[in-house]
């Protein structure tokens, strides 16, 4: 059973690569987007967080045993290891932090053309994060890191 964990700014494609990396592995998907949907009618409503958490926790315990991908932008390093960890406490040792990180002007450009759009300076200030980020990504205990390019669909594995 594989793990995948999605790293990258709003707009940059991360539910995209889901998608697919879902039907390539036969993978559920647990998306913080999807949970917030249900749970509060909005993907943008951030609700409470332990709710959220909890529903997060509960979409793992019921998919323990199979391959599973968390969808959410994890751009800070604590945001990934906590993914990480709960994901260990599951089962899972197979564990991928997949990052989709196009230049930040496609990130703003597929913001604008979606419905639900993350402020400008929310996003801008979540890429710029995950850039300061990204250098601890070998560190944080992934057994891969792999990183999409979404414009050109190669993928380099570090």
């Known amino acids: 059973m594989k ?7 709003p707009g940059a494609g991360k539910s995209t690569a889901a998608r697919r ?11 913080g987007d999807d949970i917030r949907r249900k749970l509060y009618g909005d993907a943008p409503n951030q609700g409470n967080y332990v709710q959220i958490h909890d529903t997060i926790i509960e ?4 998919n323990v045993g ?5 969808d959410g932008t994890h751009y800070c390093a604590s945001f990934r290891v ?4 709960s994901l260990m406490t599951y089962g899972w040792k197979d564990i991928t932090a997949y ?13 604008s053309l979606r419905s639900r759009q993350v402020p400008r300076y929310v996003l801008i ?9 990204l250098h601890e990504l070998p560190n944080e205990g992934f057994t891969e890191v792999v990183y999409a390019d979404t ?3 190669k993928q380099e594995t570090q």
């Open 151 to 153: 414009v050109y669909n």
């Open 66 to 70: 199979k391959s599973i991908i968390v």
């Open 125 to 133: 200030s979540m890429y710029e994060k995950l850039q300061v980020s």
């Open 99 to 111: 990052v989709v990180n196009p230049p930040l002007e496609q990130c703003l450009i597929q913001n």
């Open 21 to 31: 990396l879902s039907k390539e592995y036969d993978a559920a998907i647990v998306s």
């Open 82 to 85: 906590g993914a990480l960890l």
């Open 59 to 62: 979409q793992l315990e019921e």
């Open 3 to 9: 793990a995948f964990v999605m790293v990258g700014a």
